[in-house]
């Protein structure tokens, strides 16, 4: 069973506590909401109200779906309220504190969290549904990008003790509006040896940016290429872009 999205950075999972020692996670969540409907800025124009998470549950996969995945190995989950959620400190580099945060979804307006467990592959993966006001989905994007410059590593505590997670770059899939695609890999505590792989494809479509979250241990974890364009297709198709 892979770790949820609901715990936070460093959190651990139902698999094994100590691989599951760095999830990437920020320690607190966006605040979501349901609402919908146009609203008028002040020159008169009309402005699309960003995606409820009821629409962005809506755009999620369904059982029978995606392949190699057994009717109810796949999951939805919302955001923890803010009261149940675990606090940690943050993170070492303020730079991937906020790089953190925007895969996250931290701060948009409705967020959902799909979790995929694939059969034969117990590190499983997850996805980041995150809506947002028109305009703050580009300068959120933005704001990761510049993030990513400067994040190369950084240094956390969790719920197994201290961590440190180093970043590489890789080649993005022309997805979307714009996308970038990164890995990170953790050294394991002394008694689980081997590296904690995983691998985070970042995509904005319109209003939204979708995060796509792949784990191994011991070996290379790679997210379903033809996953990441469907559900891209699908929030393009929602968004009528």
């Given at each position: 069973?892979?770790?949820s999205k609901?715990w936070?950075?460093?959190?651990?999972g139902?698999?094994?506590?100590?691989?599951?020692?760095?999830?990437?996670?920020?320690?607190?969540r966006?605040?979501?909401?349901?609402?919908?409907?146009p609203?008028?800025?002040?020159?008169?124009?009309?402005?699309?109200?960003?995606m409820?998470?009821?629409?962005?549950?809506?755009?999620?996969?369904?059982?029978?779906?995606?392949?190699?995945?057994?009717?109810g190995?796949?999951?939805?989950?919302?955001?923890?309220?803010?009261?149940?959620?675990?606090?940690?400190?943050?993170v070492?580099d303020?730079?991937?504190?906020?790089?953190?945060?925007?895969?996250?979804?931290?701060?948009?307006?409705?967020?959902?969290?799909?979790v995929?467990?694939?059969?034969?592959?117990i590190?499983g993966?997850?996805?980041?549904?995150a809506?947002?006001?028109?305009?703050?989905?580009?300068?959120?994007?933005?704001?990761?990008?510049?993030?990513?410059?400067?994040?190369?590593?950084?240094?956390?505590t969790?719920?197994?003790?201290?961590?440190?997670a180093?970043?590489?770059?890789?080649?993005?899939?022309?997805?979307g509006?714009e996308?970038?695609?990164?890995?990170?890999?953790?050294?394991m505590?002394?008694?689980?040896?081997?590296i904690?792989?995983?691998?985070f494809?970042?995509?904005?479509?319109?209003?939204?940016?979708?995060?796509?979250?792949?784990?191994?241990?011991?070996?290379k974890?790679?997210f379903?290429?033809?996953?990441?364009?469907?559900?891209?297709a699908r929030?393009?198709?929602?968004?009528?872009?």
């Amino acid at each position: 069973m892979h770790v949820s999205k609901l715990w936070p950075i460093s959190a651990v999972g139902p698999v094994v506590a100590v691989v599951l020692m760095a999830s990437g996670c920020s320690a607190g969540r966006g605040a979501t909401s349901d609402s919908a409907g146009p609203r008028a800025t002040a020159s008169g124009k009309a402005v699309a109200a960003p995606m409820t998470r009821a629409q962005l549950r809506a755009l999620t996969f369904k059982d029978g779906e995606v392949p190699g995945v057994d009717k109810g190995g796949l999951s939805l989950q919302d955001p923890q309220p803010e009261d149940e959620r675990p606090s940690f400190p943050p993170v070492s580099d303020p730079h991937c504190q906020a790089m953190l945060d925007i895969r996250e979804g931290e701060r948009a307006s409705a967020v959902v969290y799909q979790v995929f467990n694939w059969k034969g592959d117990i590190w499983g993966g997850d996805s980041t549904l995150a809506a947002y006001g028109d305009g703050k989905a580009a300068q959120a994007f933005s704001q990761l990008k510049q993030a990513l410059d400067d994040c190369h590593s950084y240094e956390g505590t969790g719920y197994v003790g201290k961590f440190k997670a180093t970043l590489t770059m890789e080649q993005a899939p022309h997805v979307g509006d714009e996308a970038v695609r990164f890995r990170e890999t953790v050294p394991m505590h002394m008694k689980q040896p081997g590296i904690r792989n995983e691998q985070f494809t970042v995509v904005r479509v319109g209003n939204t940016i979708v995060t796509f979250q792949k784990l191994n241990v011991g070996g290379k974890a790679t997210f379903p290429a033809d996953l990441v364009t469907r559900q891209v297709a699908r929030l393009q198709k929602a968004q009528r872009l």
